[in-house]
């Protein structure tokens, strides 16, 4: 089993090292090799996505990944800035199925900015589709407005595109996901506005007849940004497209109070898959020390399940991660009166230790 291992910027290093750790003290026959993206391949070679990584990337069976991006990239020119590394892996390896677990850690429950009656026993699944959208829709750019009351001036315009074997294909990914669940499925989309996400609407619709054991109801995305603060737990598995899920994911990891928790999975149709914690790479602790590496841990248990086929192993370290936050081990970001505040090595280390 090979694994790609992209640390990349900020606190992408430090993270990506302890789930290293964890993974080699599983004693699996994993094949490991690193290499640089975002801003770190950039500084060594010019690029973000360098050739050399994304060949490393399409050949294994699974990359961990850490985060990209710092400020200081900000001025460099679109094509040469970090996130055109995680963009440009996600569309050249075909990652259109993003897993986005928000789920409330019963010794965490008083991190959310929520009142805990709210959150706890919180489980949702975001399904955001990755490849398709306003991200990636052509044409895009910058023009002298056409017409209009500004025609002449500069404009900028994007593209919002969906075909219908794209919305099918991340539709039944959600209703499967949904069948090992609760059963239930929230379709979001902006139907009332927009004829991509209308389209959205009636393929969901239609694919939904495959499934009839699964519950499905559609709610538009403003409606849905605002039940998710109000009544979170009413969700199951969301599917959305990927600017809405972009945003929604975000929110939804606040509900539980601890985005340092939270893993995530970019599956390729072929089950190829790209792992790495839903928060992004943080600067301003970079270096530290501080980080929390339980959501790049607990990325590596779904990239074990998902792309390796091994559930037991998976199984051994979420397991290991909750005897921890037992134990009373927390990361600053997590941190809580009476409990121990460790570093990112130590809380490597005690997973370690935990797996028993
Ligand atoms: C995410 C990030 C990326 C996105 C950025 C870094 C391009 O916010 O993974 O959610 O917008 O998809
Ligand atoms: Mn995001």
């Given amino acids: 089993m090979k694994i790609a291992i992209l640390p990349g910027d900020g606190i992408g290093p430090e993270i990506v090292a302890e789930a290293v750790k964890v993974l080699r003290a599983l004693a699996l026959p994993l094949e ?47 094509p040469l ?18 897993f986005r677990p928000a789920l409330c850690y019963e010794q965490l429950t008083h991190a959310s900015s929520l009142k805990p009656e ?62 090992q669940r609760r059963g239930k499925v929230t379709s979001v989309d902006k139907a009332n506005v927009l004829e991509t996400f209308q389209l959205w609407k009636d393929v969901v619709t239609e694919v939904h007849r495959d499934y009839p054991d699964v519950e499905l ?8 940004a605002m039940q998710l603060v109000k009544a979170p737990k ?13 945003i929604l994911s975000d929110e939804a990891a606040m509900l539980t109070g601890s985005i340092g928790m939270l893993p995530s999975a970019s599956l390729n149709e072929r089950g190829q898959g790209l792992y790495e914690p839903s928060h992004g790479s943080a600067p301003d602790i970079a270096g530290k020390g501080v980080a929390n590496p339980l959501a790049t841990i ?3 248990a779904m990239m074990l ?51 028993g």
């Fill in 305 to 355: 399940r998902y792309s390796l086929k091994q559930p037991e192993a998976a199984a051994r370290i979420e397991a290991a991660v909750q005897r921890v936050l037992a134990q009373g081990l927390r990361t600053a970001d997590i941190a809580s009166p009476g409990c121990t505040v460790v570093g990112t090595a130590q809380m490597g280390d005690a997973v370690v230790q935990a797996l």
């Fill in 32 to 78: 490991m090799e690193t290499a640089p993206v975002g801003g770190a391949a950039y500084e060594a070679a010019g690029h973000p996505l360098p050739e050399a990584t994304l060949r490393l990337a399409q050949q294994a069976d699974a990359v961990l990944f850490g985060a990209v991006g710092d400020w200081k990239y900000d001025t460099l020119p679109r």
């Fill in 298 to 300: 607990l990325s590596a």
């Fill in 217 to 224: 109801d559609h709610m538009y995305v403003d409606n849905a």
């Fill in 118 to 179: 709210l959150v706890a026993g919180l489980d949702i699944l975001i399904i955001r589709e990755l490849t398709g959208d306003i991200y990636f829709g052509q044409p895009r750019g910058r023009r002298a407005a056409p017409d209009g009351p500004f025609a002449g001036a500069e404009e900028a315009f994007d593209t919002m595109r969906y075909s219908r074997p794209e919305v099918e294909r991340i539709a039944r990914v959600a209703f499967e996901a949904a069948r």
């Fill in 81 to 98: 800035r970090p996130e055109q590394a995680i963009l440009g892996l996600r569309k050249q390896l075909g990652l259109f199925a993003n």
């Fill in 234 to 246: 009413k969700f199951d598995v969301i599917v959305t497209g990927n600017m809405f899920g972009d």
